[in-house]
């Protein structure tokens, strides 16, 4: 279970939210709106106001980095800083051909990959943590259609068969309908359930 | 030891300074555009080491700790103020001045006490035509390696910045995810002083052992005090550069492992 109480980041109202296992959030919002910043503040990247609990555990209560292994955010952008794809690996990797690549993936040269494969090569890192709460900011943005629904899959399965969370953010309202049990919207300085007045 | 020591008198001087203006002349007639840095540098020179000798010379007869310590304390203060504006980004200023001159301090400061205690076992220990030399070789080349380490942690470090976070998202600790810059900073910091220590002697000879030769000191004499001073600076750099990338990299993350620019720069994006 991930709770979050009265979250605060600039600019928006203080968040609630309970987040039950298994379950994944769709959030949509305009450019600026703050869902990045949500993202970064529930993995502690930024200082916030408010409290995060993840099954009962207070984010400040455990070191950061601990956290951030178990709620790890997906950034829009990936960063790659060695030569190779599996330098950057903490654990063996899993799910290598779910996302449609080949076992020797792994050996890949990083400068020859595609935006698209680092997207989905920046999953699997991620996936490769076992991490319990996925915070994914727009993580199909670079993907052609085939590869989008893999990556749902991928995590869909994950979250039922691991019992985490998600927290996916996306432009795409049919995306977020597909892959979240409920939606929010971020706007105006509040986050709202989509399809509540 | 002096025995061969031939004093340079002031036509001597001259006839090397005209030396200078022929190059000057030349350069101006062929507009290079270096004759008035050149002009500027020459006169500084001469009249900073005049002072300079002067001042040494006044304190090394009266040799008086007081005056001593405060001699130290401005080259120390020079020396950090020197690193900061050698800095690419800014440090906020008083933090930075502090860490550059706790740095220097701890190092440059306390090896030079150290070889004038236990190595050169002067009497007393300040005398200061072995204090003072000592201090300035040391805070030369600590002050270097310190300027060229911090300058490369945090320019790098802002530049990789997406890369740091990247690893602190993926659950690195703040150290893990600094590790390869660090790394580098501390090679940029060494990388003169390590040099200066493989070329010694086949490439160069250093000024100072250079020196003493020139004044007459037996060249294995010479030898054996530029060896001392090579430890002495290669250990006070080393232990200046690690102490000066510790205190900015746990500026540089805060007690959450985030990474706080805003706490190091002075301005804050």
Redesign the interface.
Known sequence: MLRLEDLKIPDVEPVNLTITPGECIGLSGESGSGKTRLLRAIADMDEHGGQVYEEDIAQGLVKAHEWRRRVMLLPAESQWWFDSVDQHFSARAEHIEALGFEQDVMGWNISRCSSGEKQRLSILRMMANCPRVLLLDEPTANLDASNVARVEDMIRNYLSKHHAIAIWVGHDAAQLQRVSQRQYHLGEGRLMKVGEA | MKTEFIALTAPDLMLASLLVLALIGLGARLRLGVSRTLTIAAIRTTVQLLLVGLILEAVFTQAKLPWIMLIVLVMMTVAAWEILARQKRKLKGWWGFGVSAFSLFISSFFITLLALFIVIKADPWYTPQYAIPLLGMLLGNTMNGIALGMDRLVQTAWQ?R??I??????????TEAIR?IARDSMRAGMIPIINAMAAAGVVSLPGMMTGQILAGSPPVEAVKYQILIMFLVTSGTGFAVITVLQLITRRMF?????LRFDRLLREPR
């Open positions: 990789q997406a890369v976070e990247q690893r602190l998202m993926l659950g690195q600790k703040d390869d805060d007690s959450r492992e985030r």
